[in-house]
């Protein structure tokens, strides 16, 4: 039993380091379409967003801190931030295709998005907007 539940975790995370469960290979001009489903809300490149963070830069960010917007997180999501959740490429995959699975409390309203090619293509294309 013991080595089934570390098999388990084993490929649990080769399943988080691959980005996606499909293995899906993101594509950031593909993913600029698909942002738009995000745009509504969130600002990128030198666009503002109307009612979310921007995500300049988001990627290696932790959750809850970016100082123009510290006020307006919910309070999950700067408890996620302060127990350790970094936006990396799995993380943000995960949170795109559920975000109240992800981060429970959330303040945002966005269902996710369920094709894998999709969360794979707009977190490439968010990730071209970070370091």
């Not at 963070?53 to 996620?80: C, H, I």
């Not at 350790?84 to 295709?97: K, N, R």
């Not at 981060?103 to 309203?109: D, E, F, I, S």
């Amino acid at each position: 039993m013991r080595f089934l539940t570390g098999a388990t975790v084993l490929g649990a995370l080769a399943l988080l380091a691959a980005g996606s469960a499909s293995g899906a290979e993101g594509n950031a001009e593909a993913g600029k379409k698909v942002f738009n489903k995000c745009a509504t809300c969130h600002g990128i490149g030198d666009k503002k967003g109307a009612v979310g963070p921007s995500l300049n830069g988001v990627v290696g960010r932790t959750a809850g801190t970016l100082e123009d917007y510290k006020s307006k997180y919910s309070k999950p999501m700067v408890a996620a931030g302060a127990a350790g959740l970094v936006w990396s490429e799995a993380e943000l995959a995960a949170w795109v295709a559920d975000p109240k699975k992800k981060v429970p409390g959330t303040k945002m309203v966005f269902p996710g998005l369920k094709k894998e090619q999709e969360i794979a293509d707009v977190v490439a294309y968010v990730k071209s907007f970070s370091p």
